[in-house]
């Protein structure tokens, strides 16, 4: 039987082997390591890679962190429950070159003392530039990692995901989408053994899909305008996980490690008024597929 | 007896002769106009000026709009008046040189039609590298706009600034404060017509205090170190205003215009990890000083 032991040393193991192949795939940078304790209980390994050959700013996180309830948190969760524990791993990768897409990976833990647990989880892809066989080819993995494990996993965690990574004032999603999924519990057949396979095996999708997408669009030519292109997505992505991501605004209100929190920024961003793609440009094409609901495997 | 006409048109000119002050005192850029129309009823002009000498990126707004309440606002307000008014003149500048504040002042009139209205505003200082003596000039000016309307008005809406312009996961203040009050309508003396006027010296304050900080810190040498802090510190600004600042809020809820109500964010910012300013350094010397409570004037 699984216990949150277990399941949080799966989850470093796990950390580890993609901060390897991420090194390995950018052929230049190292990951810093902060170690750092929660004063409530608990910590974490930030692991943060900066000026790298292709990535230019990412990080890698793991945390295990248990404790008394924060009563916000109680009251989130309408429970009573006195502790908690929670682990997981993230991931937000912000590329050099535009023509690599920045990626997002989480999965996590939770469990409370009256015994309910669940896990959640997800990838999506921001490409600078969308690339329809790119974002096709990445739906594909995710739909082979869900189909192992259930068929209706792919289509409701693609949705749940086309509906959370969206920027309601921009009338945009962050990018191509891909899954998400929380509250994931045994039940419709699956044990909780069988819940966790299925979150490690989207934690192991993530270094192969994502060296794949590097190695194939790290030494494509840039130009300025698409260097500034590059600097305008970053700046909706911002705006996404500032106004509008739960894990971030969470890990605000609670006064979590800010550093580790915020990780998931660029190190540059650009603001500009009204900008406008020219019709018929990459630019404009990459617009008008930011759009709930498309197959990309259709 | 003033009117809403009256204000909006009174805020239209204040507009106006702001804009001209800045490019004057810019000297090169000149600010594009933007009009535009609320489909639920008014509009606005917004004005934003780039890449001039001394201003990056910057903008003047004006709006007045009017309609129905939205049911969003009747709840927040807990009202059942059925129709509103609003208008406003909203400025952000962010300079090319780090010597150069960023600067932030507003001023509005808000009416419903069971007869409640109430006017708000304020100017917020934001110094990439704070100079004491820049910061009492700024605190003077604005107390001595106070002090000619009301003894209290400065002390009372300097703590609201410091309360407001804070980061509570930075535990920094945005900057030096300012003034910020809100819901001002007559009583304790004052007429509508006495807070109206109260409400234009603030904005007539506003040219005259920038354009000396604009003047007085333009030509200042810059080295690339302090390049990059100014981008740092523009990540705090687009924190503050993307996660707290209300009228941002507001704005992304109620689908007001999105590049008139983002135009607050820098053309250029950065994100980098856990930064640290050396000891004794004017980082060290400006992070010290982003807390609530100080007496620049002391």
């Known amino acids: 039987m699984i216990d949150k032991h277990q399941i ?20 230049k940078a190292k990951f810093q390591e902060d170690i750092w304790q929660r004063p409530g209980g608990g910590g974490g390994h930030t692991r943060i890679l900066q000026e790298g050959k292709v ?42 070159n535009p023509h690599v897409p920045i990626i997002h990976m989480n999965i996590r833990y939770f469990e ?29 993995a995710l739909k082979d990692v869900c189909d192992a494990h259930h068929p209706d996993y792919y289509p409701s965690y693609k949705k749940w995901a086309d509906d959370y990574f969206y920027i309601p004032h921009r009338e945009e999603t962050r990018g191509v989408g891909g899954i998400f999924f929380d509250r994931l519990s045994e039940g419709n057949g699956k044990s909780k053994e069988q819940c966790f396979d299925f979150v490690k095996s989207v934690g192991e999708a993530f270094a192969p899909i994502y060296t794949a997408l590097m190695a194939q669009n790290k030494s494509k030519k840039v130009t300025e305008a698409e260097k500034n292109w590059q600097l ?10 500032l106004v509008y991501d739960q894990g971030t605004k969470f890990g605000l209100e609670t006064a979590g490690r800010i550093e ?8 540059y961003a650009s603001w500009q008024y009204d ?3 020219e019709e018929g440009s990459a630019e404009a094409y990459t617009l008008a597929h930011l759009k709930k609901g498309l197959d990309w495997l259709g």
Request: a neutral charge; glycine letters at 8%; one cysteine or more.
């Open 260 to 267: 580790s929190i915020l990780m998931s920024l660029p190190k």
């Open 275 to 277: 900008i406008k793609a």
């Open 232 to 241: 305008l997505r970053r700046g909706r992505y911002v705006e996404f996980n």
């Open 8 to 27: 949080a040393s799966d989850f470093r193991d796990l950390q580890d082997r993609i901060c390897l192949a991420i090194e390995q795939a950018d052929g």
């Open 55 to 96: 990535i230019e700013k990412g990080g890698v996180n793991f945390s295990a962190v248990d404790g008394a309830m924060p009563p916000i948190l109680q009251q989130k969760m309408n429970t009573q429950a006195k502790d908690f524990f929670a682990s997981g791993v993230s991931i937000v990768m912000h590329p050099q």
């Open 112 to 140: 409370m003392s009256d015994g309910t647990y669940w896990f959640g989880g997800g990838i999506d892809l921001t490409p600078h530039y969308i690339v329809a066989a790119q974002a096709a080819f990445f739906h594909q």
